[in-house]
């Protein structure tokens, strides 16, 4: 690109054998570039826009269903510990002396392992 001639406020530029682009043609075309981006740029928004909800729909659909998993799987070990309470309090009317042994047992080992 080379320049071939100035004038006030119009530079003619020869391009491919041409002698028509002026500053003002120039302009133009920056101004239609800046509105084309500027639109390119308000797509971009809108679409970074609709993903994000489409995510945070998907997101809370997945900690719902977690949630409800949760929910049954503390259902469960409720059920599971109360099962083993009601054969503790079982054992325990059965032996009482073996019971406490157990529990003195422990109690001792535990105490000796919070003086380390």
Known sequence: MSVTGFSNDKITQKINGRTDVTAATIEEQVSELRGEI????????????????????KAA???ARIAGSSEEMLKAVRGELSGYERLARRR???????A?????????????????
């Open 38 to 57: 500027a639109a390119l740029a308000g797509s971009i928004a809108s679409y970074g826009q609709n993903r994000a909800e489409k995510l945070k729909g």
């Open 92 to 98: 325990i009317r059965e032996k009482p002396l073996q």
């Open 61 to 63: 659909d997945a900690g």
């Open 100 to 116: 406490v042994g157990i529990a003195a047992g422990i109690g001792f080992v535990l105490a000796l392992l919070s003086r380390r």
